[in-house]
T-cell receptor, first 117, second 111 residues
């Protein structure tokens, strides 16, 4: 159990275009989902926290107009990178947890590698 | 603020034992967790310590000393497949169930 999927697993886009990444909890209801960004050989940096039906809470320094997050259902959250630029190239990972779960009981998706040319 | 420190790299041979340390600074402590991540893959949960002492799960054990703000992950009988990055993490004291991750320790296991 506790499987989280991400789609696509990798994407290449041109500078100036937008890219949408989906995160789905396949076998549990994810009241909270987290979006992380990870550069090569570096740690996971939390970008935002989204609760189903509410606006996402962004970490300091993360542009909410650039990284649009929607958590419309208990099994789906999306991250849209708008007007992508090469510096947005990174590994984006989502995680999900149910409402009663402890913070460490997050289940991670396999990640999406974004390359902006 | 909150911060975690762990060594950047550790090297060991197959069959050996390796210990990955993590020291943390946090205004409120709710437990220390460990995650494994292979290159290009998803982090997977390994262990969680809320109380002092050693927690054992197969070849992996995790230890916590709250008085020292210190913990470690112990990997025994190392296998090549254990080559990965290992992250310690603590819940964000400000709430929202967020996790703050350490920078990660890259473990390389050699034959």
């Amino acid at each position: 159990g506790a499987v989280v999927s991400q789609h696509p697993s990798w994407v290449i886009c041109k500078s100036g275009t937008s890219v949408k990444i989906e995160c789905r909890s396949l076998d549990f209801q994810a009241t909270t989902m987290f979006w992380y960004r990870q550069f090569p050989k570096q740690s996971l940096m939390l970008m935002a926290t989204s609760n189903e039906g509410s606006k996402a809470t962004y970490e300091q320094g993360v542009e909410k107009d650039k990284f649009l997050i929607n958590h419309a259902s208990l099994t789906l959250s999306t991250l849209t990178v708008t007007s992508a630029h090469p510096e947005d190239s990174s590994f984006y990972i989502c995680s999900a947890k149910s409402g009663l779960a402890a913070s460490y009981e997050q289940y991670f998706g396999p990640g999406t590698r974004l390359t902006v040319t | 603020g909150q911060s975690l420190e762990q060594p950047s790299e550790v090297t060991a041979v197959e069959g050996a034992i390796v210990q990955i340390n993590c020291t943390y600074q946090t205004s409120g402590f709710y437990g220390l967790s460990w995650y494994q991540q292979h290159d290009g893959g998803a982090p997977t949960f390994l262990s969680y310590n809320a109380l002092d002492g050693l927690e054992e799960t197969g070849r992996f054990s995790s230890f916590l000393s709250r008085s020292d703000s210190y913990g470690y992950l112990l990997l025994q009988e190392l296998q090549m497949k254990d080559s990965a990055s290992y992250f310690c993490a603590v819940p964000f004291s400000g709430g929202y169930n967020k996790l703050i991750f350490g920078a990660g320790t890259r473990l390389a296991v050699h034959p």
